[in-house]
């Protein structure tokens, strides 16, 4: 069974780039699963959903994000550029089977990593 387990800084200045990353066991992420996803959480905006990188390597990302993977290290990565306090939000790693049109598509999640953007 996947573990999905999401680290970043905590706390981001405004206008720096942030970067957090999403460590993957219980499978490689080159072979056992189709596609993670990055999806925050504020109780302002509620989900949303920021890229997902599948497994042939394409990606897609919304706005200031871009992401990477590393089949080595079996991790994830995402970067968001320029960040203002409007980015504060619990940010997660999650799996699904297929291209996600919803949430409920999701499979797997980890648990979170609360990142503040605040001078």
């Known amino acids: 069974q996947v573990q999905l387990q999401e680290s970043g800084p905590g706390l981001v200045k405004p206008s720096q780039t942030l970067s957090l990353t999403c460590i993957v066991s219980?499978?490689?992420?080159?072979?056992?699963?189709?596609?993670f996803s990055w999806i925050r959480q504020s109780p302002r905006k509620g989900l949303e959903w920021l890229g997902t990188?599948?497994?042939d390597g394409t990606s897609a990302y919304t706005g200031r994000a871009s992401g990477s993977r590393d089949t080595i290290k079996n991790q994830v990565s995402l970067q968001l550029k320029s960040v203002t306090p409007e980015d504060t939000a619990v940010y997660y790693c999650?799996?699904?089977?297929?291209?996600?049109?919803?949430?409920?598509?999701?499979?797997?999640w980890g648990q979170g990593t609360q990142v503040t953007v605040s001078s």
């Open positions: 219980g499978g490689s992420i080159l072979t056992d699963y189709y596609a």
């Open positions: 990188i599948f497994y």
């Open positions: 999650a799996t699904s089977p297929k291209s996600c049109s919803n949430y409920g598509c999701y499979d797997s």
